[in-house]
Each structure stands twice: as structure tokens, then as C-alpha cells.
């Protein structure tokens, strides 16, 4: 699904915050539940860049993921490539940064990193959508839902 005010592809989830159409707060919860149902396990590695909207998008995402049951580590206001790096080291399952990198200030993104530190592929980016399509996520029980832990260290480490 495309529009003006969201772009999906390979390289994220592109959007305008604030537009209906957009990138809204349940459209990164959802996106965070897809990713996390199609990881299965593991901790995910989030990072956003110093957008006004990446507070509003990066918690709706970790609440999706922490509804799979999925570890989150995140690492704050870092770039993209800093974000690879933390997933690697910290061998989590994958990896999300929120950012638009150079779209204007009222776009935010999701962009979907596997456990190698590199963007999903196309065929994982297809199982990814599919999943969020059918909205199959799968939620765990309160005692099995999983944990937000924080590590600002990384910037350094990179």
C-alpha cells in the first residue's frame, strides 16, 4: 500500500506523522507486533534519530514488540549504522531505527534490520507485510511479555 502520506518498501515504512494516512501511533504498534511475530524470539535492537515524532513512533513500536513477547534494547538518538552495530553485538534477533533519514521533519520511518545488522530482504520484507496484513500477531500473556531494558552507551562503542 502506497499514498502520499505512507511508502512501503524494502528500505521501511515510510510516513507522514500526524496524517491519518500516515505513520500513526497504531501503525508502528501494529508494525512492532509484525516484526516481533515474524522474529519469533529474541531481543530487538531500537534506535531513532532526533526527529520531534521519534519519542511518539519509537514507544509505539516497543510496546508492539513487548506485546510478542519480544526483548527491547533501546539505545536512544543514534544513527542507522550505529544501530547495525548494536544489533551484531548485542546478537539480538534484529533490529528497528525509527528515521526518515532525509525526508522533511513531519516524515518518520521504520526501517527493519535481521540479526546480521543488515536491512531485511526483500523475501523477509514480503513475510513481514504479510504478517501485518493479516494482523496474526502473536501476543503472549502478561507473564510472558517482554522486557524494555536501555543501553545509551553504543554512539561511543561505534
Known amino acids: 500500500m502506497n499514498s502520499k502520506n505512507l511508502v512501503r518498501s524494502t528500505s521501511g515504512i515510510r510516513g507522514i506523522v500526524g496524517e491519518p494516512t500516515g505513520l500513526t501511533p497504531t501503525l508502528a504498534a501494529e508494525y512492532g507486533m509484525a ?3 515474524f522474529l519469533g524470539k529474541g531481543k530487538v535492537v531500537l534506535g531513532l534519530d532526533g526527529r520531534v515524532s521519534g519519542d511518539m513512533v ?3 513500536v ?4 513487548i506485546a510478542v513477547g519480544i526483548d527491547v534494547v533501546n539505545i536512544g538518538i543514534a544513527p542507522t549504522p550505529t544501530v547495525e552495530i548494536a544489533v551484531t553485538g548485542l546478537k539480538a534477533a534484529g533490529g528497528i531505527c525509527v528515521t526518515a ?3 522533511p521533519s513531519e516524515w518518520n520511518a521504520l526501517k527493519f534490520f535481521n ?4 536491512f531485511i530482504t526483500p523475501s523477509q520484507y514480503v513475510d513481514l507485510n504479510k504478517i501485518f496484513e493479516s494482523k496474526a500477531f502473536a501476543l503472549k500473556p502478561y507473564n510472558k511479555l517482554g522486557k524494555l531494558s536501555h543501553q545509551r552507551s553504543w554512539i561511543e562503542k561505534h
Open 35 to 37: 516484526f516481533g511475530t
Open 58 to 60: 519509537s514507544q509505539a
Open 62 to 65: 516497543i510496546s508492539g514488540l
Open 101 to 103: 533519514s532525509h525526508n
Open 115 to 118: 540479526k546480521q545488522g543488515e
